[in-house]
């Protein structure tokens, strides 16, 4: 240290801390159990709202409410927001005014097999009309045959073949008849009829017509092929004997099958009348019966044949795709694993011999299908991740229909015919859940997302703190203990868990919407009281359940703090050194964050490398830090490059630092460093400091403010409280400390302290003890103050870079701007 700054060392003033210190009553914002009106969360009533969302529920209401073509939602918020559960709960609250849906079952379509169609029921008929239909065919399948046993049926049907045998008979008789005129007979072959020419009655032999003259073989021949003739129309009259009577046969089956059908159908219309889809449907099923009645008549239904009927009358199933028959109001489904096939639903194939077969049996339904006419919640990350999940699901949405196509098909890997289900009209509300980026990605990325998804429901992180929203908190402790049956919290229990609650977001004001994360509390709360044998969990139970989830992930920030009682990272908590500071940093570990001290050293001499951030040079300083050390350098021109050519080379460092370093939340320390390196100016290493600088010396709020000031605390309590140690923060981040207890103790009892500061000189003066001062009216600093060390050193290092030249003071009076 040279003899200048000797000389204004011992000079200080007694400095005024109690003016930046902050009290214990600041440093958590407690709950009072007394304010809680109640004894027990027994003594509470079940909660039916959401809590803490209100802009949230806003655009769900919307949403829900508003008819309009692509008024789905969004819902966006970070994981263990509650997100998921608390829309759910909205949603189910909402559908139990909503009206039940419809039924969808799929039938066989008579004239295209190919194309099934749709039904739409009342809610509830869908099961009983497959049961109706399974009877119908039961009855049929009882009533046709005996139908067709009956005497009348057996007597009509012998009269209609006995008229046939007779007709044909006839017809044949007068042809040889009519051949024997000219002595030809007819001869029955297995291929048809015969002409034979014949001599005295008999059949003329092939050796008696060789015998005949050229004359008359030509006369017997021409009489053949007139007769042919006549032979051909006989046949063709034969043959219109057979398909009228064939005819006649089908209707007589056709009457017979209809006479036991047409009373069951009727009863069925009579059921199902208010529904035309349904009662056409039974208008082609009696026809179909009626046209197959013949089926029916199977002799031994217990052998081979039975099989292939059985197969045959599944054509009159029907295929129950939705069943809303227990369903009060509109359906709430949540598909947490979306595929194409889940969510669109799909055709089944059964495979007999090699050959793939299908029919509208094999249709199954999605989750859409289930959720037609009320809503569906879908994880947004799974939705775009699925195989064609996320263009199935826009097609779905832009059509406002449901056609179930097979992803094979659709995608051209497959050639074959397959089904195609006629398609049913969507009237869904979806809702996805995803992350803030996932949303604004998509928005940004995806041009049909902003058509379809009108409606962003934003989740909040935190929410307000007042006693409603303390009662709210109550009110939900209360909904997990009975949802998962657990011990009842008393009051001092729950004031723990809103304390936490504001600990979790690091704010007085405000308390954590992360209800995922405070369930998980409540039940391993329940655990550790269970443990102790209590019947009710208190205070103490929350406490345990808090300091064991920190235990059982600190195992790294013990072994850190255990390297530095060991001296293998270098961090001292008493003297003072010059160009040396405890800067403070956080590190995150899962779900895990702890704060440590880094030593941050300066070194300075004479030259134009300006400062050098070593942590950047090397790769592992991130562009958020590099921009707190330009921000350095802007401060030195600002404040102290008016006076003095500034001819400096510093370098800046966090010393036995192996991984990146990001954020400027330690530029207030390397700032401290580095004026002190330069005046020689020694620090007080029982002060750590964390906080931002702006070129102008204001200091600015950080993050991670109560794990900086613990993870310091804690290496001071294993070194040893002196009562001289403690932490400087921002002064605006005053409202955002949530202590632990030990720290709040140590600060009471005066074994620890706070500051919060609202510029660098106030810092200067804490960690120093020598007051950066105003300029004096001829714009130089007094010789006493901490700015007079600087500007000396400075001057000195020009004179040293530029021996020619002699600093001058270019600085006014009027335009200087306080440190």
Known sequence: MTAQSKKIQSKKAKLNKARLSISSESLIRRCDPSTLQFTTTDDLPALHNVIGQPRALRALDLGIDVTGIGYNIFVLGIPDSGRTTLTRNYLLQKAQSGKTPDDWCYVNNFEN???????????????????????????????????????????????????????????????????????FMVVKTPYGFLLVPTAEGKPLSSSDFEKLSDENKEKLVKIQESLSERLDEMIERLHSLERTTSHDLHELDRRTSLFVIRPLIDELRTKYTPDES?????????????????????????????????????????????????????????????????????????????????????????????????????????????????????????????????????????????????????????????TPLMYYMLRAYDEDFAKLFKVCAEFSREMTRDSESEQDYALFVRSV?????????????????????????????????????????????????????????????????????????????????????????????????????????????????????????????????????????????GSLHTKGVLIINGYLGQRYGQDVQISLSASL????????????????????????AVSEIPIDQGIAITGSVNQYGQIQAIGGVNEKIEGFFDICNQEGLNGKQGVIIPRANQKNLMLREDVCSAVKSGKFH???????????????????????????????SFDYAVVSRLSTYDRIVNPAQRSQVRRKPDKAVPG
Not at 499 to 504: I, K, L
Not at 653 to 676: K, M, R, V, W
């Open 278 to 434: 349904v009662i056409h449907y039974l208008d082609q099923v009696q026809d179909d019966l009626a046209n197959n009645g013949s089926r029916f008549r199977i002799k031994d239904q217990s052998a081979q044949n039975f099989p292939q009927m059985t197969d045959w009358l599944s054509r009159y199933e029907v295929n129950l795709l939705v069943n809303n028959a227990g369903q009060k109001g509109a359906p709430v489904i949540i598909e947490n694993q979306p595929t194409y096939q889940s969510l669109l639903g799909t055709i089944e194939h059964e495979i007999f011999m090699g050959i793939s077969h299908s029919d509208f049996t094999h249709i199954r339904p999605g989750a859409l299908h289930r959720a037609n006419g009320g809503y569906i919640i879908l994880p947004a990350r799974a939705v775009m991740l699925g195989p064609y999940v996320w263009e199935g699901l826009k097609r779905v949405l832009r059509d406002k229909e449901i056609r179930i196509v097979e992803l094979g098909n659709q995608i051209g890997l497959l050639s074959t015919a397959s089904l195609e289900p006629e398609p049913i009209p969507l009237n869904v509300k979806v809702i996805m859940v995803g």
């Open 754 to 784: 706070l500051w919060g500061v609202e510029s660098i000189a106030e810092a200067v003066e804490l960690l120093t003890g020598v007051a950066m001062t105003e300029r004096n009216p001829d714009g130089s600093f007094p010789k006493d």
């Open 481 to 621: 203990v009975l949802e998962n049956k657990l011990l009842p919290f008393d009051r001092t229990a729950v004031a723990r868990v809103i304390e936490h609650g504001s600990r979790m977001v690091e704010n007085q004001d405000k308390l954590s919407t992360q209800f995922g994360i405070i369930s998980d509390l409540v039940c391993e709360s329940d655990y550790w009281a269970r443990k102790e044998k209590q019947t009710i969990v208190n205070a103490a139970a929350v406490q345990r359940a808090i300091d064991e989830r920190t235990f059982r992930s600190n195992l790294l920030h013990e072994k850190i703090k255990e390297m530095i009682l060991q001296k293998q990272l270098l961090v001292s908590v008493s003297g003072m050194v010059v160009g040396q500071i405890n800067a403070l940093s956080i590190s995150s570990l899962g779900d895990y964050t702890f704060g440590r001290p880094n030593r941050v050293t300066a070194t300075t001499c004479a030259g134009k490398a300006g400062v050098v951030d070593i942590e950047r040079q090397s790769n592992l300083g």
């Open 653 to 676: 460092t966090f010393e036995q630092s192996y991984d990146e370093i990001e954020g400027d939340s330690a530029s207030a320390a390397e700032l401290i460093a580095l004026l002190s």
């Open 113 to 183: 097999p190919h194309q099934p169609n749709a039904l739409s029921l009342s809610a509830g008929k869908g099961a009983s009309f497959r049961d109706d239909m399974k009877g119908l065919i039961a009855l049929c399948t009882q009533n046709i045959p005996r139908a067709f046993e009956s005497e009348e049926y057996s007597k009509e049907h012998e009269r209609l073949r006995f008229k046939l045998n007779e007709e044909m008979e006839k017809e044949l008789h007068q042809f040889e008849a009519y051949a024997a005129k000219f002595n």
